[in-house]
């Protein structure tokens, strides 16, 4: 069946582009990345788009909850999607974390399983529930993490579409409309890929549905000339996000070392046993908030060195 959405046909209009360029049918795999929150059906997609159910044998395993980011690392699958060679990268667990380095280390891992780079970063949210304000800081954290350029090379794809299509196509993007006004980076995210995006029903994914994602991926390779998102560009961004945040992290630093002191001080006039415990507990977390914030600041330096030498064989550096 054909799809609904009329603008399908505006994804249409670049494969010629791709054909005088020679890309159309490359046999050069594409390596797609999926990236989103625990639970949102990343895994579930991967396995949609290889043609596998969700089964003790299926390329990714689907579990539930907090086990999924716990037990996992990045992996990379390949694959057949509509005669293209495919190279699928899950993530999970790593944009659950709200530690902006262990977020960084997860997708370093990732980028690494594939060193020719990234083809499309494929941005996975539920249609069936509300953008939440943890997604919205993983938003944040791909920017931050993959610089101006990431958008170029995403795409997004809604999941749980057999929730959200009861009422039909047009009704989802009018209740799309509406949590666009409401939430800025959901906003955002869909302002940045523009008619990239699909909305699906991963136990059901049709052959209209891969069609449209198979579209998708050859607009981004359009829009990049047949490029993928590279370690190099990669290496730029953690360079920009050192320079730019290494002296916000000092004065938080600074900050955390002066209310350290006072805090001391007042442990000092202090004649109450109970008072003094509840003190002694706000000391030792902000020694230990201390020691990681100086770790960090020490890893900065070293990877803005590391950062600059020429030719360098490092998959990433982490900040």
């Given at each position: 069946?054909?799809?609904?959405?009329?603008?399908v046909?505006?994804?249409?209009?670049?494969?010629?582009?791709?054909?005088?360029?020679?890309?159309?049918?490359?046999q050069?795999?594409?390596?797609?990345?999926?990236?989103?929150?625990?639970?949102?059906?990343?895994?579930?997609?991967?396995?949609?788009?290889?043609?596998?159910?969700?089964?003790?044998?299926?390329?990714?395993?689907?579990?539930?909850g907090?086990?999924?980011?716990?037990?996992?690392e990045?992996?990379?699958?390949?694959?057949?999607?509509?005669?293209?060679?495919?190279?699928?990268?899950?993530t999970?667990?790593?944009?659950?974390?709200v530690?902006?380095?262990?977020?960084?280390?997860?997708i370093?891992k990732?980028?690494?399983?594939n060193?020719?780079?990234?083809?499309?970063?494929?941005?996975?949210?539920?249609a069936?529930?509300?953008?939440?304000?943890?997604?919205?800081k993983?938003?944040?954290?791909?920017?931050?993490?993959f610089?101006?350029?990431?958008?170029?090379?995403?795409?997004c794809?809604?999941?749980h579409?057999?929730?959200?299509?009861?009422?039909?196509?047009?009704?989802?993007?009018?209740?799309?409309?509406?949590?666009?006004?409401?939430?800025s980076?959901?906003?955002?995210?869909?302002?940045?890929?523009?008619?990239?995006?699909?909305?699906?029903?991963?136990?059901?994914?049709?052959?209209?549905?891969?069609?449209e994602?198979?579209?998708?991926?050859?607009?981004?390779?359009?829009?990049?000339?047949?490029?993928?998102?590279?370690?190099?560009?990669?290496?730029?961004?953690?360079?920009?996000?050192?320079?730019?945040n290494?002296?916000?992290?000092?004065?938080?630093?600074?900050?955390?070392?002066?209310?350290?002191?006072?805090?001391?001080?007042d442990?000092?006039?202090l004649?109450?046993?109970?008072?003094?415990?509840?003190?002694?507990?706000?000391?030792k977390?902000?020694?230990?908030?201390?020691?990681?914030?100086?770790?960090?600041?020490?890893?900065?330096?070293?990877?803005?060195?590391?950062?600059?030498?020429?030719?360098?064989?490092?998959?990433?550096?982490?900040?």
């Amino acid at each position: 069946m054909a799809s609904s959405r009329p603008y399908v046909s505006e994804l249409s209009t670049i494969r010629g582009p791709l054909k005088e360029a020679g890309l159309e049918r490359s046999q050069v795999p594409l390596t797609l990345m999926l990236l989103g929150k625990t639970g949102n059906g990343k895994s579930s997609l991967g396995n949609a788009l290889l043609g596998c159910n969700e089964s003790a044998e299926a390329p990714f395993q689907v579990k539930s909850g907090f086990i999924s980011c716990q037990e996992h690392e990045p992996r990379l699958e390949e694959g057949i999607i509509q005669e293209r060679p495919v190279n699928i990268i899950d993530t999970p667990g790593v944009l659950d974390n709200v530690n902006d380095e262990q977020a960084l280390d997860g997708i370093c891992k990732a980028i690494s399983l594939n060193p020719g780079g990234v083809t499309a970063f494929v941005i996975v949210l539920r249609a069936d529930s509300r953008f939440t304000k943890e997604e919205s800081k993983a938003v944040d954290q791909l920017q931050s993490l993959f610089g101006d350029k990431f958008w170029d090379h995403a795409i997004c794809v809604f999941t749980h579409g057999d929730v959200a299509l009861r009422g039909g196509q047009a009704a989802f993007e009018s209740q799309l409309k509406i949590a666009r006004q409401q939430v800025s980076n959901l906003d955002k995210i869909l302002n940045k890929v523009g008619v990239r995006w699909l909305i699906v029903d991963c136990h059901n994914l049709g052959r209209s549905k891969l069609t449209e994602f198979v579209l998708m991926l050859d607009s981004v390779r359009s829009k990049n000339k047949g490029e993928c998102y590279t370690n190099a560009l990669f290496k730029e961004a953690q360079l920009r996000y050192a320079k730019a945040n290494g002296p916000a992290l000092l004065a938080s630093l600074w900050k955390a070392k002066k209310e350290l002191r006072e805090l001391k001080e007042d442990y000092k006039q202090l004649k109450y046993k109970i008072s003094k415990q509840l003190l002694e507990e706000k000391i030792k977390a902000l020694e230990g908030k201390i020691k990681g914030q100086e770790t960090q600041i020490c890893k900065l330096h070293q990877d803005l060195a590391d950062a600059i030498k020429p030719a360098a064989k490092k998959y990433c550096v982490l900040l």
